[in-house]
T-cell receptor, first 116, second 114 residues
Framework: AQSVTQLDSHVSVSEGTPVLLRCNYS??????LFWYVQHPNKGLQLLLKYTSAATLVKGINGFEAEFKKSETSFHLTKPSAHMSDAAEYFCVVSPLGGNAGNMLTFGGGTRLMVKP | AAGVIQSPRHLIKEKRETATLKCYPIPRHDTVYWYQQGPGQDPQFLIS???????DKGSIPDRFSAQQFSDYHSELNMSSLELGDSALYFC?????????????FGPGTRLTVT
């Protein structure tokens, strides 16, 4: 069994300030972890992924996330927020296995708002 | 680069009607996944197919069925539609042959049931 908890449903930051979106996971298996972003009325875009290689993962648009097994966390950060970062962000877990059809389990989402 | 294609992008149906959603995966991707995202909710996994065989099943209602065809495209068939079926339906694809495969999502089909 696997689950994901995003600790904040809404996060508001000012443009140019750091972003922190928190995510904790639970998985019976060694997990793959992802962050997806969804802009209004758009599809889901992969920001970054962790798959048991380096624990600090760099993604697109300046985002990065650190896998901390001891804390079962995979928080998403960005040093400086941009207005275009305003969107819904989903932390996602998938079991790390060789089987086909590994379904993704989504967290509840965090809506990031960026103030000018 | 080619992405996942979903059609139609928008669909309006009445209660008790049927609907068919189509998904065309990225070339050389052999696995297709279907997700349902209700208003203000996170996506929920419905069903997946690998090499034309069902591989995982999630919270898919019995009124829904799906299949993957020889060209790897997939169709989600929805019958006896209910108001609660109104949602954004995403298809994703991945290439299982590689390890640590990530899923690439299509733009979604927005289904409105009136």
């Amino acid at each position: 069994a696997q689950s994901v908890t995003q600790l904040d449903s809404h996060v508001s930051v000012s443009e140019g300030t750091p972003v922190l979106l928190r995510c904790n996971y639970s998985s019976s298996y060694s997990p793959s972890l992802f962050w997806y972003v969804q802009h209004p009325n758009k599809g889901l875009q992969l920001l970054l992924k962790y798959t048991s290689a380096a624990t600090l993962v760099k993604g697109i648009n300046g985002f990065e996330a650190e896998f901390k097994k001891s804390e079962t966390s995979f928080h998403l950060t960005k040093p400086s927020a941009h207005m275009s970062d305003a969107a819904e962000y989903f932390c996602v877990v998938s079991p790390l296995g060789g089987n086909a059809g590994n379904m993704l389990t989504f967290g509840g989402g965090t809506r990031l708002m960026v103030k000018p | 680069a080619a992405g996942v294609i979903q059609s139609p992008r928008h669909l309006i149906k009445e209660k008790r009607e049927t609907a068919t959603l189509k998904c065309y995966p990225i070339p050389r991707h052999d696995t297709v996944y279907w997700y349902q995202q209700g208003p203000g909710q996170d996506p929920q996994f419905l069903i997946s197919f690998y090499e034309k065989m069902q591989s995982d099943k999630g919270s898919i209602p019995d009124r829904f069925s799906a299949q993957q065809f020889s060209d790897y495209h997939s169709e989600l068939n929805m019958s006896s539609l209910e108001l609660g079926d109104s949602a954004l339906y995403f298809c994703a694809s991945s290439q299982v042959a590689g390890k640590r495969h990530e899923q690439y999502f299509g733009p979604g089909t927005r289904l409105t049931v009136t």
